[in-house]
């Protein structure tokens, strides 16, 4: 199975110009923010095995996260659940994306931005690639860095509210986290704007009126 290449960011490299993939974590779970990671690779300096994270073993991630951090210039961006439930997800994501780019030590000429949508108010040129962790090895490495931190964080908040599988499910809605729902109701990190969740605070409002 063929991974990741650098043939989007050969054109701009070959000319000197930095050029920043850009990847998200977190638009489906229901709980937790949207997380994005915007990453400049060194040219020289490509760490080997990157790949889609979610092709990537656990293990395999962990290795590569700090690699990647080592060898690229990183910025991260979080969209909160307030803010999810606020302006919807998808304009969340581009918020998280722009406050990733935002965040890069350095200011890169062109982007490359996973997915058919390309947020507005991008401080420079970017071009939008379909399923693009698995074909540019930006995007790629944005994606690693996106989900370990998401995780990270996912598993903290498990500590906090513990039954609900987040240390395994990232706040998706797995068998586990539909029970604790129904068992233990409705936490603060859960969006809101979310159909399941939505129903479930509607049924309460129902059920004490």
């Keep these: 199975?063929?991974?990741?290449?650098?043939?989007?960011?050969?054109?701009?490299?070959?000319?000197?110009?930095?050029?920043?993939?850009?990847?998200?974590v977190g638009r489906g779970p229901l709980a937790g923010p949207v997380v994005a990671a915007a990453v400049i690779l060194d040219p020289a300096l490509i760490p080997t095995g990157l790949n889609d994270s979610k092709k990537l073993t656990l293990k395999r991630r962990e290795a590569l996260e700090p690699i990647i951090r080592a060898q690229a210039q990183v910025g991260l961006g979080v969209a909160t659940v307030e803010e999810i439930d606020e302006i919807n997800i998808l304009q969340a994501t581009h918020l998280a994306m722009r406050r990733a780019v935002a965040a890069l030590p350095a200011r890169p000429a062109h982007l490359l931005i996973d997915g058919n949508r390309l947020p507005p108010d991008l401080p420079c040129p970017a071009t939008a690639v379909v399923k693009g962790d698995g074909?540019?090895?930006?995007?790629?490495?944005?994606?690693?860095?996106?989900?370990?931190?998401?995780?990270?964080l996912m598993r903290d908040l498990a500590q906090q509210y513990p039954h609900y599988g987040w240390e395994t499910n990232a706040g998706y809605g797995s068998k586990k986290h539909m029970d604790g729902l129904r068992d233990f109701g409705v936490t603060p990190h859960h969006r809101r704007s979310f159909a399941p969740i939505h129903n479930i605070l509607y049924q309460d409002a129902n059920v004490r009126s």
């Design 135 to 152: 074909k540019s090895v930006s995007i790629s490495a944005a994606s690693i860095v996106a989900k370990i931190w998401r995780d990270a």
């Design 1 to 24: 199975m063929t991974g990741p290449d650098t043939s989007f960011e050969s054109p701009f490299w070959a000319g000197g110009a930095l050029v920043a993939g850009v990847d998200e």
